[in-house]
């Protein structure tokens, strides 16, 4: 099982490629349709993860304080 640190430090790691993604996405948006759709999607995927990780370690942060 990871350590808090582990999980605080791999959830960093994904934001900044959400936002490297969205930020590609934005900028295909008028040159190639379909890389851009293709970031976004990956972007939405690695959204999903972020929000998985702030469940899971909100409910950690709870068992620890009862």
């Known amino acids: ?3 808090l640190s582990e ?3 791999h959830q960093l790691k994904l ?5 490297q ?10 040159t190639d349709s ?3 759709d293709l970031s976004e999607f990956k972007a939405i995927k690695l ?3 972020l929000n998985q990780l ?4 909100r409910d950690t942060l709870h068992q620890k304080s009862n």
Do not use: D
Request: proline share 0%.
């Open 15 to 19: 934001q900044r490629r959400y936002k």
């Open 54 to 57: 702030k469940f899971l370690n």
């Open 1 to 3: 099982m990871k350590t």
């Open 34 to 36: 379909a890389l851009s």
């Open 47 to 49: 959204l999903n993860k």
């Open 21 to 30: 993604l969205v930020e590609q996405a934005y900028n295909f948006r008028q």
């Open 7 to 9: 999980i605080k430090e």
